[in-house]
């Protein structure tokens, strides 16, 4: 029998072609440095080696584990995971393409089961895949919503059926458990989606012949998916009981849509392009509806409504607490309209016209995000050169001088983040340390903390109210014993100490300490020094 050609359109092949470019970073860089990337790696490893006795006596005299079953543990899971058979640098490649997939295929899952015959759509989606807050490391918050695509794209392909099985009510339950798992924002963005969806579904059954009894069974037919809901929601009320949700209104980002600038102020003007028009462009759909029909579409207008409520979110700053911020709710209203516009028929001329902006505004953002990546990730190879010169068991504090990363020419590598703000913890992730600026250690919903204030490198090296994460930097390093009693700091690595700090008297201070220590390593650049602790010369 002759082999069946499989025919692939033409937004099929440009949205794998897309999909390529996406991932293009990861295949060219050792690294995609992100503010806080390295921070969760790190926490990741050792999280890993405590879990499976891996230095796990040394890990434990600094940090003890915070088992709380907080929203917030999927990328510690899947980093430790990865750390444990890959190299750091591969598995956060790997990370990351897990990430691209589940964000790009995801929001083509969803849209095929919106509309089948718009799966084009997934193109306009792409352009949200890197956003700021992916680049600020944010992690647990980004794949919560690419993974929250699948789950609302799947309870559109169950409930749309004549019966629900047993096994898919147990499958979307624990698709609902790790919703929670990964991030918040993201459980809120499938609850929405889903329960609108679902009520939709019976108002449009409603308005049908013979209304009542096909609007019932809809309802008992869907019923067990919906009580699927009530346990992980009960999870979430619990944990966030005790927050304020209640904020001043905020306007202006949400047509700025300062969430897609990444890296560079290039990216600026073509951000707010696009995010003014997504709003233009779902108005004119909305007044199309009104005044052509169909009134409901309950397979895509359940994301109108997501996006109006998230739009109500950003605009009253209901949501801007810890790990929720109103940060994290500037671009999502403009994703679900991307995905109602799935439910419209469109003429080819228009569709060709979308798609080809679409990729145009993909092509123009690469290339002004993607030479920054690659001088970050040099960066970040630099004072990695300086890793073999540190012993293993050992404290380094960290005091970075230039977040926002300068080339060896002297171009500045991010003018809208900062990407080095954590960076330095890649080291960790090769060799048991405990690192200066480990934040998360701080934090209740992560599952690593200090074992005690006193240990912490915030509180033991502070100075006035100073850290060594101020502009610039302030520490007290000397002192660190004497106030945890858990030995010196080995080693203190400077890194993008330039004539702007040099004079300054915080930088007069931590040099004068320095006097201490020997100088071990340079990287070639000269932007990163290594100093170890003198020996000490007993009587």
């Not at 005299?61 to 750091?88: E, V, W």
């Not at 123009?364 to 001088?375: A, I, M």
């Not at 201490?516 to 020094?529: A, E």
Request: hydrophobic share 45%; with cysteine; net charge neutral.
């Amino acid at each position: 029998m002759p082999m069946k050609v499989t025919r692939y359109k033409y937004d099929d092949l440009l949205f794998l072609a897309i999909f390529f470019l996406m991932i293009y970073p990861l295949i060219v860089n050792p690294w995609l440095v992100t503010g806080d990337g390295p921070c969760h790696m790190y926490n990741a490893k050792v999280f890993f080696n405590i879990l499976f006795d891996i230095d796990s006596s040394f890990y434990l005299d600094y940090y003890k584990l915070n088992l709380t079953l907080a929203p917030n543990l999927f990328d510690h899971i899947i980093l430790g995971f990865l750390q444990m058979i890959f190299s750091p640098s591969f598995s956060e490649k790997l990370f990351f393409f897990l990430y691209f997939f589940m964000f790009c295929f995801g929001g083509r899952y969803l849209i095929s089961k919106i509309n089948s015959d718009n799966k084009w759509i997934s193109i306009l989606i792409m352009m949200f895949a890197y956003h700021h807050l992916l680049m600020k490391g944010f992690f647990n918050f980004s794949f919560s919503i690419a993974f929250s695509f699948w789950v609302i794209g799947y309870f559109i392909s169950i409930s749309k059926g004549t019966s629900i099985k047993t096994k898919q009510v147990l499958a979307f339950s624990l698709l609902l458990s790790i919703a929670y798992f990964i991030h918040p924002i993201g459980f809120i963005f499938t609850f929405i989606g889903i329960i609108s969806f679902f009520f939709l579904s019976i108002l449009s059954s409603a308005m049908k012949e013979n209304s009542y009894e096909i609007a019932k069974s809809k309802f008992f037919e869907s019923k067990w998916l919906i009580l699927a809901f009530i346990p992980v929601c009960a999870l979430y009320f619990i944990y966030f009981s005790n927050n304020d949700f209640s904020k001043p209104m905020n306007w202006y980002g949400l047509y700025e849509m300062d969430s897609l600038m990444v890296f560079v102020e290039e990216e600026r003007n073509l951000a707010r392009i696009i995010g003014k028009s997504v709003i233009i462009v779902s108005a004119i759909g909305f007044i199309y509806r009104l005044l052509r029909g169909p009134l409901i579409n309950h397979k895509s207008d359940g994301m109108l409504i997501t996006g109006i409520i998230f739009s109500l979110f950003f605009l009253l700053n209901l949501i801007n607490e810890g790990m929720m911020g109103n940060d994290r709710l500037q671009f999502l209203p403009h994703i679900a309209f991307v995905f109602w516009l799935a439910g419209f028929t469109y003429h080819k001329y228009l569709k060709i016209a979308l798609i080809t902006v679409s990729t145009t505004a993909i092509l123009f953002l690469s290339s002004y995000r993607y030479p920054s990546f690659k001088d970050a990730s040099d960066w970040v190879s630099d004072y990695m050169e300086c890793k073999d010169f540190i012993s293993d068991h050992s404290k380094l504090l960290t005091l970075n001088y230039d977040y926002n990363g300068t080339t060896k020419e002297g171009k500045t590598i991010s003018t809208i983040n900062w990407p080095f703000m954590h960076a330095n913890d890649y080291l960790g992730c090769y060799k048991p340390l405990i690192l200066s600026d480990n934040y998360q250690a701080h934090m209740i919903w992560f599952p690593l903390n200090w074992k005690g204030d006193s240990i912490s490198f915030y509180n033991s090296t502070s100075m006035d109210g100073n850290s060594f994460e101020d502009r610039p930097p302030r520490a007290d390093f000397l002192n660190y014993n004497s106030k945890s009693l858990m030995g010196d700091i080995e080693y203190v690595l400077i890194i993008g100490l330039t004539v702007q700090f040099i004079d300054h008297p915080y930088t007069i201070e931590v040099l004068e300490q320095l006097k201490s220590y020997d100088l071990i390593c340079t990287s070639r650049s000269g932007r990163s020094k290594l100093y170890h602790i003198k020996k000490k010369v007993s009587n």
